[in-house]
């Protein structure tokens, strides 16, 4: 069976004033599994995703979900079609629950407004069972069901990152773009923010993920693209890019 073309770009690239931040990329992300990029500080992978998601118009180039052009669309309909990153979604309110930390996600984009979001509560239980039996499932998966009740600022780092893949389920993406999923918490959770990654993308959701714990990425990625100073410099299986010359350059290059 042939893989599935879920995201294509060709020749992209965005520039900040003399700054070549994305220049010239073209990547393909098929439907499934889990999907790396990598590259030193500074390489463009944040400004790539960023223009994936329409926050950054590109400066040259295309982008295609499903076979679709999408560079031309707003942020608010590329999230439409299932593209979302969970930091689009509204950052944690630390005073307030993880189940209504996981509610605000779902309506952020819903068109209500923060406003509507955080105060027109009785529809928590009247209209939104759908909602909250979708919230308690990631609260499970991601293992903080016994912290429900419990606010977001009571949370451990690592509990925090879990909650924050756990609300960009929410939004019932196709393909889910993570910044540093891993960044800032220990190996053990790093781990298994990965494995709850694995056990997603056989539901149906791909996840294309910068990492600079490389170490953790490179266990679960099916495929990894490098990029060095806004440029792809190479790609390939996780086990065949350790041995490639193109991603030392690139990182020792930085030095
Ligand atoms: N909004 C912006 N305005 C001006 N320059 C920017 C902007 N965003 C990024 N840059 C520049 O573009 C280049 C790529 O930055 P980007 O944040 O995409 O890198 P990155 O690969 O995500 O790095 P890191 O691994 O540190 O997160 C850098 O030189 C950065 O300074
Ligand atoms: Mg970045």
Not at 99 to 127: E, I, P, T
Not at 209 to 224: G, K, M, Q
Request: proline share 4%; charged share 20%; aromatic share 10%.
């Amino acid at each position: 069976m042939p893989e599935e073309e879920l995201l294509k770009i060709e020749e992209l690239s965005k520039h900040f004033g003399g700054v070549y931040a994305v220049s010239g990329v073209s990547l393909d992300v098929r439907k499934g599994g889990i999907w790396g990029l990598v590259g030193p500080n500074g390489s463009g992978k944040s400004t790539l995703f960023n223009t994936i998601l329409g926050l950054y118009r590109p400066d040259g180039g295309c982008i295609y979900f499903n076979g679709r052009k999408i560079n031309n669309l707003s942020s608010h309909q590329i999230y439409g079609l299932g593209i979302v990153n969970s930091f689009q979604v509204p950052r944690l309110f630390f005073q307030m629950s993880v189940m209504d930390n996981m509610l605000v996600a779902a309506r952020g984009h819903q068109g209500d407004g923060l406003f509507n979001s955080l105060f027109l509560r009785g529809g928590w239980q009247s209209q939104e069972r759908e909602l909250i039996d979708r919230a308690l499932e990631f609260i499970e998966l991601v293992e903080l069901g016994k912290m429900v009740f419990a606010l977001a600022g009571e949370l451990s780092g690592g509990q925090r990152k879990l909650l924050e893949l756990a609300r960009g389920l929410m939004a019932k993406p196709r393909l889910l773009l993570l910044d540093e999923p891993a960044a800032g918490v220990n190996p053990v959770v790093g781990k298994k923010i990965f494995q709850k990654l694995q056990t997603l993308s056989k539901n149906g959701t791909t996840f294309f993920v910068v990492e600079h714990r490389l170490e953790i990425l490179f266990n679960f990625a099916s495929w990894v693209y490098v990029m060095d100073r806004g440029k792809m410099v190479t790609q390939g299986q996780p086990e065949k890019i350790v041995d490639d010359p193109a991603f030392y350059q690139a990182y020792l290059g930085a030095e």
